[in-house]
């Protein structure tokens, strides 16, 4: 999972959630692989928050193994 994102101002991050597996990750102006190791193959949400993020650009892009 490769995640991209810039913002001009404010903060940008990304909520992963599993069942009881949850992590959230400050992405403001990354461009990075995500660690996925806490979460199994099968339903995945991600729920993208901005935090007075302006002109946000972001980009997840799912890559199968």
Same mark, same amino acid.
């Given at each position: 999972? %490769?995640?991209?994102?810039?913002?001009? @101002?404010?903060?940008?991050? &990304?909520?992963?959630?599993? #069942?009881?597996?949850?992590? @959230?990750?400050?992405?403001?102006?990354?461009?990075?692989? &995500?660690?996925?190791?806490?979460? &199994?193959?099968?339903?995945?949400?991600?729920?993208?928050?901005? @935090?007075?993020? %302006?002109?946000?650009?972001? #980009?997840? @892009?799912? %890559? #199968?193994?």
């Amino acid at each position: 999972m %490769r995640v991209r994102c810039c913002s001009d @101002e404010g903060k940008v991050f &990304l909520r992963i959630q599993q #069942e009881q597996a949850q992590k @959230e990750i400050d992405i403001t102006n990354t461009d990075s692989l &995500l660690d996925m190791t806490d979460f &199994l193959p099968g339903r995945i949400t991600f729920t993208m928050v901005n @935090e007075d993020g %302006r002109n946000v650009d972001f #980009e997840l @892009e799912w %890559r #199968e193994a």
